[in-house]
């Protein structure tokens, strides 16, 4: 899990199902107060920020080149998860 906040600082979280989440990383990216944060949908590690810094306001980082990111997380498989479109249950096409 990542968060970003207006505090210019971007976390990466360790968190297992049944288990509070676990700081893992914490990175001020010199943006300026974070707006928003993406995880590519194709690369779930790939990162797109924007901060309100006028002169460096969005970046696109690759968490898997941090080493306590890469040490942490190298061992599991990735599992992602997909939200429900259409209404939930019993939705049709017809």
Not at 11 to 17: F, N, S, V
Not at 61 to 90: M, P, Y
Request: aromatic share 8%.
């Amino acid at each position: 899990m990542v968060t970003a906040s207006p505090d210019e600082m971007v976390k990466t979280w360790d968190y297992k199902t049944g288990a509070e989440p676990r700081l893992v990383q914490e990175k001020e990216y010199k943006m300026g107060n974070i707006h928003c944060l993406e995880l590519c949908p194709d690369t779930p590690f790939v990162v797109a920020l924007g901060g309100d810094n006028k002169s460096h306001n969005f970046t696109v980082f690759d968490l898997r080149n941090e080493d306590v990111i890469k040490h942490t997380f190298a061992e599991r498989s990735l599992v992602q998860l997909v939200a429900e479109e259409g209404g939930g249950e019993g939705s049709s096409d017809s």
